[in-house]
């Protein structure tokens, strides 16, 4: 078992920054992948970003977002800068045990956090 533990969320100006945290616990030997998904009101959970040996990210957010891992704290970041009101949404931090594969799909993804919101204000 492997469990998430999502921090960081809130309320924000437009132009602003926050970085949210995930903590992982558990079986993390068989992880593979960590990615970071949201879900705004009246849309599907869609990708945001994803670490494993490389770091990939949406186009919607590319520039702007940055993942990064703390391997020795078993931590798992997410930087995000320039925010926007369309950024506005609950985000979630995820895990799965598949090497390769699709990282972009919620789908693959095995573990989930309660999710943290993220407000942005015009």
């Known amino acids: 078992q492997v469990q998430l533990v999502e921090s960081g969320g809130g309320l924000v100006q437009a132009g602003g920054s926050l970085r949210l945290s995930c903590a992982a616990s558990g079986r993390i030997f068989s992880l593979d992948t960590v990615g970071w998904f949201r879900q705004a009101p009246g849309k599907e959970r869609e990708f945001v970003a994803a670490v494993r040996g490389s770091t990939y990210y949406a186009d919607s957010v590319k520039g702007r977002f940055t993942i990064s891992r703390d391997n020795a704290n078993n931590m798992v970041y997410l930087q995000m800068s320039s925010l926007k009101p369309e950024d506005t949404a609950i985000y979630y931090c995820?895990?799965?045990?598949?090497?390769?594969?699709?990282?972009?799909?919620?789908?693959?993804?095995?573990?989930w956090g309660q999710g943290t919101q993220v407000t942005v204000s015009s």
């Open positions: 995820a895990a799965k045990f598949s090497s390769g594969g699709s990282y972009y799909r919620d789908s693959q993804y095995d573990y």
